[in-house]
């Protein structure tokens, strides 16, 4: 069974400042993790996937994400907050064998950013 | 370039009604899956389906049933809604190991 917990449901961000999002996960196979974005009243939309390799994983509009084993973590960040980054962030797992298809999702960050 | 088309947008049901939640994709994908997302839960695996012909379970199943035969489409139906499936469902089609989500029915059961 797997299964990941995002510490906190809302973070408040000024522009311009770090943003930084916690994932947690529980896997009993090596996992694939991933981070989706999703805007007001639409899909989700893939941010960065790790699978195997490289621990820091590079996504789209300057997030990235490392894979931390030791710590069962995939935190996501970005060194400056964007207006355009208020979204709601959903931390996901699947196992290798599913590769992506069956995820498991965190509850999701809301972020808003300040001017 | 449609990618994952879902229809209605929005229903609203009376309880014990059925219905059925259009999901369509023209990436030739041929894994689909359908989850729900209710509020602080994320969202939650209903079924999946891994080809034309192949369904199963997803954490989520009861009180839903799904078919797959075509691989562009993958329809979800409601036998009889309940209020406890009010709830924002999103149709997905993955290929190596990326999911790519349509827009969403927003259902509302009263």
């Known amino acids: 069974a797997q299964s990941v917990t995002q510490l906190g449901s809302h973070v408040s961000v000024s522009e311009g400042a770090l943003v930084l999002l916690r994932c947690n996960y529980s896997s009993s196979v090596p996992p694939y993790l991933f981070w989706y974005v999703q805007y007001p009243n639409q899909g989700l939309q893939l941010l960065l996937k790790?699978?195997?390799?490289?621990?820091l994983v590079k996504g789209i509009n300057g997030f990235e994400a490392e894979f931390k084993k030791s710590e069962t973590s995939f935190h996501l960040t970005k060194p400056s907050a964007h207006m355009s980054d208020a979204a709601e962030y959903f931390c996901?797992?699947?196992?290798?064998?599913?590769?992506?298809?069956?995820?498991?999702f965190g509850g999701g960050t809301r972020v808003l950013v300040k001017p | 370039n449609a990618g994952v088309t879902q229809t209605p947008k929005f229903q609203v049901l009376k309880t014990g009604q059925s219905m059925t939640l259009q999901c369509a994709q023209d990436?030739?994908?041929?894994?689909m899956s359908w989850y729900r997302q209710d509020p602080g839960m994320g969202l939650r695996l209903i079924h999946y389906?891994?080809?034309?012909?192949?369904?199963d379970q997803g954490e989520v199943p009861n009180g839903y049933n799904v078919s797959r035969s075509t691989t562009e489409d993958f329809p979800l139906r409601l036998l009889s809604a309940a209020p406890s499936q009010t709830s924002v469902y999103f149709c997905a089609s993955s290929y190596l190991g990326v999911a790519f989500f349509g827009q969403g029915t927003r259902l509302t059961v009263v």
């Open positions: 990436m030739n994908h041929e894994y």
């Open positions: 790790y699978t195997t390799g490289a621990t």
């Open positions: 389906s891994v080809g034309a012909g192949i369904t």
């Open positions: 996901a797992v699947s196992g290798p064998q599913a590769a992506g298809n069956k995820l498991t």
